[in-house]
């Protein structure tokens, strides 16, 4: 299962950018499809996520600004109203897959997507 996003780039404070994330390749399902992101010389945080059947789930720094959505294999980050503090690269997660072989699901990530805002 491979994930390629794009949408990342470099923004004025105040700005909007959309992300995407396509998920490809062999597996019957995927439950769960979420955004994290990872400034320079910090963690890896969860932005969002969207699972099959729920509502949204948003951390702190994306609350009212950042709107996750899912077309099938494809999810979404709308991002609103960026600040520099949102300078990080975005990585995709495709969580709880369901691959042909394997009795147990598993997780993928994507390789990231830079996003800059400057103030």
């Known amino acids: 299962v491979q994930l390629q996003a794009s949408g990342g780039g470099l923004m004025q404070a105040g700005g909007s950018l959309r992300l995407s994330c396509t998920a490809s390749?062999?597996?019957?399902?995927?439950?769960?499809m979420e955004w994290y992101r990872q400034a320079p010389g910090k963690g890896r945080d969860l932005v969002a996520s969207?699972?099959?059947?729920?509502n949204p789930n948003y951390g702190n720094s994306a609350k009212g600004r950042f709107t996750i959505s899912r077309d099938k294999n494809t999810v979404y980050l709308q991002m609103s109203s960026l600040e520099p503090e949102d300078t990080a690269v975005y990585f995709c997660?495709?969580?709880?897959?369901?691959?042909?072989?394997?009795?147990?699901?598993?997780?993928?990530w994507g390789e990231g997507t830079l996003v800059t805002v400057s103030s």
């Open positions: 997660k495709a969580d709880r897959v369901k691959v042909p072989g394997l009795n147990y699901a598993m997780h993928y």
């Open positions: 390749g062999s597996f019957y399902d995927i439950n769960t």
């Open positions: 969207i699972s099959s059947g729920a």
